[in-house]
Nanobody, 115 residues
């Protein structure tokens, strides 16, 4: 079955950086588009970034230029490099796969930006 396991979150000061990872299994990873979403405290879950099987990327306006999504098909892993962090980036970050009309989510990894 599909499994998505995020890691790499933590507490970071404003202006800092983190690299989030999402290890995927249960499907042919290299063939599918992967995405990152986030949900801040008291907010709805929002889309952050997407990478296609052909390595085309797209970003939400609020993170463009600061976040970078990438993938390593040999490791079945998608990454989100997050730089120049702001307090408003505080959220649980989720990996997402949309497959056969189903959304699959990991358990999320918490990113807290605070001084």
């Amino acid at each position: 079955q599909v499994q998505l396991v995020e890691s790499g979150g933590g507490l970071v000061q404003p202006g800092g950086s983190l690299r989030l990872s999402c290890a995927a299994s249960g499907f042919t990873f290299s063939q599918y588009t992967m995405s990152w979403y986030r949900q801040g405290p008291g907010k709805q879950r929002e889309w952050v970034a997407t990478i296609t099987s052909g390595d085309n990327t797209n970003y939400a306006g609020s993170v463009k230029g600061r976040f970078t999504i990438s993938r390593d098909n040999a490791k079945n892993t998608v990454y989100l490099e997050i730089n120049s962090l702001k307090p408003e980036d505080t959220a649980v970050y989720y990996c997402n796969l949309y497959l056969y009309s189903n959304n699959y989510w990991g358990q999320g990894t918490q990113v807290t930006v605070s001084s």
